[in-house]
């Protein structure tokens, strides 16, 4: 069987893109890492993707806040088409600054901010799936996802949580410990049709067993690993 095509936007500054296009080959997807620039100017490639992931990272080196510049390329460039894209009925992830894209694209509702702590965190975090999420990059994940933290401005923000939550777009909440004092502990959210995923914690970093620090000591299993939600994503995106 063919891998799924698969489109990963990455900006100047990015580092993750080429582990998010690892967790998507071993997901049975077939991935093109595009810079943003390259994509507005041959749109082409999100056309042919069946599904897209914008990349973590600190795109132009987060200046001016974080994803901003990134955000500024991706409405002024493919806003259009990237809602046409989720039209389609194509499932589309953003991870740390690229959830701070979407948010700022208004793919996603509400906004992150300065950490409560006000300073730069990096750690593991365990996940829970919401009891009530519509996300296909969810779907068949009921045990907790263990994946690291990279941020300083991670805090989600949204004045109505409690309404997120009854219509499913409450993704993820952490379970560990709330790195940066989220509300109501939301570590990820969906768009209404549950194709659009935003989360601040890196699943790409933790798809084989040996990524995680307590492996040696029977920690983060298989049960546990990010590449799940690639597989899920994956999955969908073949049987649309």
Known sequence: MSGVPALVIAGPGTNRDRDVATALKLAGAEPRI??????????????????????????????????????????????????????????????????QVLSRTSLLPGSLGHNAQGRFDCRWVVLDRATKSNSIWLEGIDDPIHCPIAHGEGRYVH?????????????????????????????????????????????????????????????????HLGLRMFEAGVAHARNA
């Open 34 to 99: 595009v810079l943003a620039r390259e994509l507005i100017e041959s749109p082409r490639h999100l056309h042919d993707a069946r599904l897209a992931v914008v990349a973590g990272g600190f795109s132009y080196a987060d200046s001016l806040g974080a994803g901003r510049m990134l955000a500024l390329d991706l409405t002024l460039g493919l806003g259009e088409r990237l809602h046409e894209f989720v039209d389609a009925g194509r499932p589309l992830l953003g991870i740390c600054n690229g959830f």
């Open 159 to 223: 004045p109505d949580p409690e309404s997120l939550d009854a219509a499913g777009q409450v993704a993820l909440r952490y379970r560990s410990t709330n790195p940066n004092g989220s509300v109501a502990d939301i570590a990820g959210v969906s768009d209404p049709s549950g194709l659009v995923l935003g989360l601040m914690p890196h699943p790409e970093n933790n798809i084989v067993a040996r990524q995680h620090p307590h492996h040696l000591r029977g920690g983060g299993g298989p049960a």
